[in-house]
């Protein structure tokens, strides 16, 4: 009998990715994610937590133009208020009036400035209600609060900074999830005792312990970014609630005013704005900065017509500020802006002839977008739970801050001499295409962190690697 021996056949088995290359991969895109985007998060975080104190500072530090010595008990109109602020500012047009909330508080009439734009405040002239003289003028655009939210937004260079601060906003979220799992898959090792051990649990545990506080921070902030926040603003405008007939009128309410403190809500932003019916009074513009047109309703008479439209809102939980018409065809904006809730918040056009309500806009009608982004906004600024709210956001902002300076003060520490000190790429594709991959789904959902991810891979491939020297320095 004769023996066959048959030859196994020889199959390559590929060893799955280790652990540590994963581990690897991973703090390599956290390294450089935290190298890029560290002074830009560093900036925010110390100027959203300034930035959390607005309302008390300015209480305090405008007292004497926005508190009387007593209450008023008869208020003169406010179309007389209004004249005798205008008195100051000649020629100058009327934008906003929001109303004392207190029998001792001076009505603000808010006039165009000098500058246009997303941050441009305007002139604030304070007017006593009980007598229509004018007790001081601010200008918003100087003050110190303008300066902060103007560097938080924007880093005072316009468009290009709201999108640096956007794509770091953005890659704050990939530094979170990027360090979750360094973090998870270091648990249980024994600690060392070195300085840098330190630092890094300190890093470590600020991240674990803050990281849920510091990505809501960051998510709630990106409504009001320009590519990310006016995508969302547009998914809002589709599936939540609007006025019938938005498509006959080309304006949107976010048009009407870019002073902060005198804004529609964010969920009424693209809320069409209807047209006045000037009852033949076209061709009589008033012009000349004058609060009002001819044939126009007196504020106070638009302001009660629209009274009975207006929910809930007592002056001790909201305040009442009033957008006036911009020209003929122009409407009275009234907006009630809640301290803490903003379920009570509403935006109500109203025809400035005739003071009909053309459009009642609040919590009733948003979408369920609009809804979880308004209490996000009250929760980032805050507001909606008093001191606790204020509190727990300036934890995040102090944490942020603290993970900023320690990973950067650990990456000193670590880097070789002539070397940036990046961890080595590695070696297995396979793990480096794994996290790109999930990279790449953080990028879709986030656009300008998607870009710049690219651009970042390109580099690496295309030029660092390509160069002996930038590839050594670089890891």
């Not at 048959?6 to 990715?17: D, G, M, S």
């Not at 849920?212 to 609630?241: C, H, K, M, Y």
């Not at 009909?356 to 209490?375: D, H, T």
Request: with cysteine; proline share 7%; hydrophobic share 45%.
């Amino acid at each position: 009998m004769t023996t066959v021996h048959v030859r196994p056949e020889t199959v390559t088995v590929q060893p799955a990715p280790s652990s540590s290359q994963r581990y690897r991969a991973v703090w390599r895109w956290h390294f450089y994610a935290g190298l890029f985007v560290a002074p830009v998060l560093l900036v925010l975080a110390v100027t959203g937590a300034v930035y959390l104190f607005k309302e008390p500072f300015e209480e305090w530090r405008y007292q004497d133009v926005r508190s009387l010595a007593g209450p008023v008990a008869t208020a003169r109109p406010l179309s007389e208020q209004i004249a005798a602020a205008q008195q100051s500012m000649p020629g100058t047009p009327v934008l906003s009036v929001i109303p004392p909330a207190a029998p001792d508080r001076t009505t603000r009439i808010i006039f165009q400035g000098e500058e246009t734009g997303p941050f441009a405040e305007g002139v604030s002239v304070y007017v006593d209600p009980g007598t229509a003289t004018v007790v001081g003028t601010i200008d918003d655009a100087a003050t110190f609060m303008r300066v902060v939210r103007t560097i938080h937004g924007e880093l005072m260079s316009g468009t290009v900074g709201d999108r640096v601060v956007e794509t770091a906003a953005c890659w704050a979220l990939i530094l979170a999830a990027t360090g979750t799992y360094l973090w998870w898959t270091s648990r249980g090792r024994r600690p060392a005792r070195s300085s840098r051990a330190r630092l890094r649990r300190l890093h470590a545990l600020t991240g674990a312990g803050a990281g849920v506080v510091v990505v809501f921070l960051v998510i709630s902030g990106l409504p009001w970014s320009g590519v990310w926040g006016d995508a969302l603003q547009r998914i809002q405008e589709r599936t939540g609630s609007t006025y019938p007939d938005a498509g006959a009128y080309p304006n949107r309410s976010a048009d009407l005013s870019d002073n902060p403190d005198a804004k529609v809500p964010w969920a009424a932003e693209r809320l069409p704005v209807p047209s006045s019916q000037d009852g033949g009074h076209a061709g009589h513009d008033a012009g000349g900065g004058s609060a009002l047109h001819p044939g126009a309703l007196p504020l106070e008479q638009a302001l009660a017509a629209a009274r009975p439209s207006v929910r809930d809102c007592s002056p001790a939980e909201c305040d009442l500020k009033i957008l006036l018409p911009k020209d003929r065809e122009g409407v009275y904006t009234v907006v009630t802006a809640p301290r803490r809730d903003p379920s009570a918040a509403q935006t109500l056009h109203v025809d400035q002839y005739s003071g009909r309500v053309l459009v009642s806009y609040g919590w009733n009608e948003y979408g369920i977008l609009a809804k979880a982004v308004e209490q996000g906004v009250a929760l980032h600024e805050g507001r909606r739970y008093g001191m606790v709210n204020l509190l727990v956001m300036l934890g995040a902002c102090l944490a942020l801050v603290t993970l900023v300076v320690s990973g950067a003060w650990m990456w000193w520490k670590r880097r070789p001499r002539g070397r940036l000190g990046a961890p080595a790429r590695p070696a297995d594709r396979r793990t480096a295409y794994g996290v790109a991959a999930i990279m790449v789904v953080l990028g879709v959902l986030f656009p300008l962190a998607g870009v710049t991810m690219l651009a970042a891979l390109l580099v690496d491939r295309l030029v660092l690697r390509r160069i002996p020297r930038l590839s050594g320095i670089t890891g």
